[in-house]
């Protein structure tokens, strides 16, 4: 008697939560070339499957071993589900000759391709900190710490959305600031996507040219959030920056022409030989570059510093011109808003206004200082009721005029000083802010619940974080990192967290009492910004 088999095919849910979860992006291209059922059901799920992992290994002896880490833990680093679209490959050590003249980046990519992880149009960023790495990293073995490397590898899969990079070099956007006239790089946006503003990550080398770079994309897209690092500290004395990507067709899964398939294996083989120790296309060394996401990925940015004010609002009445080679503007005559008794314009030495105590500490601790500057008194107000306020009592709305954040502000023989061209104006109102160390986990938890808080409203998923902290003086490397990391990830348990402790950060406006109403990016010390990853709502939904 002859028995009939019937098949039949699993569910589609089964396969997207019992199968999909097991196999990596290679697993998953090749069988969704030989199976129509699992062609089908990786086309249903890569749109909701936006992905950011990110693998910490080290630290590592020497930088050639950290490469031997890179290449024994592929399996584990490249684990996602469907194709990478970026690699950010974040290296930290104190000794940067590895890194003079671009040898390391350029092993780590070739390596990358030999072992065929990089898929076709990915984008590899490697950035180079003498910092740290912000994660959770076991205690080192490593005897000789000076020469350690610990790698920091994110691999992102960005569903439905354009990722698109543009390399900068530092004369060009020198040139450019002076006459306006910084070309878009980018491809123009559809009219049918409306006002959905793209999201940057910026990374490069030199303050001024960030600031440029952040001035340009403010004109280009008002409103556009930007996150950076930015590794000044390093410049002159290696290559901290470098960027790839894959522009031809190779590996599994990737797309293949007809000339492609007519070159036998052992050809393919032959031209790795050839070149063992280099990636089939350049690496690129910029000074800067941008990289631009538009679609359904999208970022929410945030910062926090620990700086907090110590007087009242204050109105600048006076500034001389102490250093005219040196641009050095002294503010030494304030007037005090008309409060307890005092009359109006009452005008003081600003060595008055500060209390001896924190007079004391400027001098003898070196503590930071910061202006924030507005034309309008009733924002820095508002910034005064928030700090001196608990979270219960005052509302969490956002300061409606723009506030400037004054960074190059010091202290000299009782006197406040700045520059002339970004210094406190004459006229405008002020706040005058110490940094303080102890302040910067509290500000952190703050900005991170306002993030939390604002995804929530919008039912919005978020799953994964860029961590940039800007490095203190008071404070290890190492301890800054795992406080910034252990804090991001106990208030966003649902994100896959990376980042880096460098010298200069970029993002929103860090200012005490909250953030401001425009999300204006700036070029900043002593902060911690963040780029936030989710997807946005459809349309459909």
């Known amino acids: 008697m002859q028995r009939t088999i019937q098949w039949t ?38 749109p909701m499957s936006s992905e950011w992992r990110t693998t910490v290994l080290g630290p590592a002896a020497t930088a050639n071993e950290s490469l031997d880490l890179v290449r024994a833990n592929a399996l584990q680093w490249v684990d996602t589900r469907f194709v990478p679209t970026l690699i950010l ?10 890194w003079r003249r671009g040898k390391f980046w350029q092993d780590a990519v070739a390596m990358m391709e030999q072992a065929k992880l990089l898929p076709f149009k990915c984008h590899v960023v490697g950035i180079l900190t003498t910092n740290a790495v912000v994660h959770d990293v076991e205690q080192s073995t490593v005897k000789n710490m000076d020469t350690a490397v610990t790698l920091s590898i994110s691999v992102a899969h960005l569903s439905d959305t354009t990722l698109e990079m543009a390399t900068f070099d530092r004369k060009m956007l020198r040139r450019a600031s002076r006459t306006q006239s910084l070309a878009n790089p980018f491809h123009a946006i559809a009219p049918d996507c409306g006002n959905d503003k793209p999201s940057f990550l910026l990374f490069g080398g030199n303050d001024q040219s960030a600031s440029e770079l952040i001035a340009a994309v403010d004109a280009w897209y008002p409103g556009a959030p930007v996150v950076g690092a930015v590794s000044s500290s390093l410049v002159g004395q290696c290559i901290p920056l470098a960027t790839y990507s894959v522009s031809r067709a190779q590996g599994i899964g990737a797309a293949r022409g007809r000339q492609d398939h007519k070159k036998s294996r052992r050809a393919q083989h032959k031209t790795l030989r050839c070149q063992p120790h280099r990636p089939l296309d350049p690496v690129v060394f ?3 570059l941008l990289l631009r996401l538009h679609g359904h990925v999208g970022i929410r940015s945030f910062s926090s510093s620990g700086y907090y004010p110590i007087t009242p609002v204050l109105r600048c009445v006076r500034s001389s011109l102490a250093d005219e080679l040196s641009r050095v503007v002294t503010h030494d005559i304030v007037s005090l808003l008309p409060s307890d008794g005092l009359k109006e314009n009452t005008q003081l030495r600003v060595v008055d206004v500060i209390a001896p105590s924190e007079k004391l500490a400027i001098e003898r601790e070196g503590r930071r200082l910061n202006i924030f500057s507005c034309q309008d008194r009733a924002p820095l107000e508002h910034v005064l009721t928030r700090c001196n306020a608990s979270e219960s009592k005052v509302t969490a709305g956002s300061v409606s005029a723009q506030i400037d954040r004054l960074e190059v502000v010091f202290w000299w023989q009782g006197s406040l000083m700045s520059l002339s061209d970004i210094g406190w104006q004459e006229g405008a109102y002020g706040l005058l802010a110490s940094h303080q160390p102890k302040r910067t986990s509290r500000a952190l938890a703050e900005a991170l619940a306002r993030i939390q808080a604002r995804l929530a409203l919008a039912n919005e998923r978020a799953f994964g974080a860029f ?3 800007g490095a203190l003086n008071e404070i290890d490397d190492f301890v800054h990192a795992k406080n910034v990391g252990d804090l991001c990830a106990g208030i966003l348990p649902m994100c896959q967290l990376s980042g880096c402790v460098v010298s200069t950060s970029a993002g929103p406006v860090a200012f005490p009492g909250g953030g401001q109403s425009r999300n ?5 010390t002593h902060t911690t910004c963040g780029a936030v990853f989710y997807t946005k709502k459809r349309t459909s939904d």
């Open 89 to 98: 490959l974040v290296a930290a050590s104190r000794d940067t000759t590895p």
């Open 286 to 288: 910029p000074s800067s």
């Open 467 to 469: 961590i940039v902290a």
């Open 9 to 46: 095919s699993l569910p589609c849910d089964l396969w997207t939560q019992k199968v999909l979860p097991c196999l990596t992006w290679r697993d998953t291209s090749v069988v969704s070339c030989v199976c129509s059922e699992w062609h089908n059901v990786t086309t249903g799920a890569e």
């Open 520 to 524: 204006i990016a700036q070029v900043q």
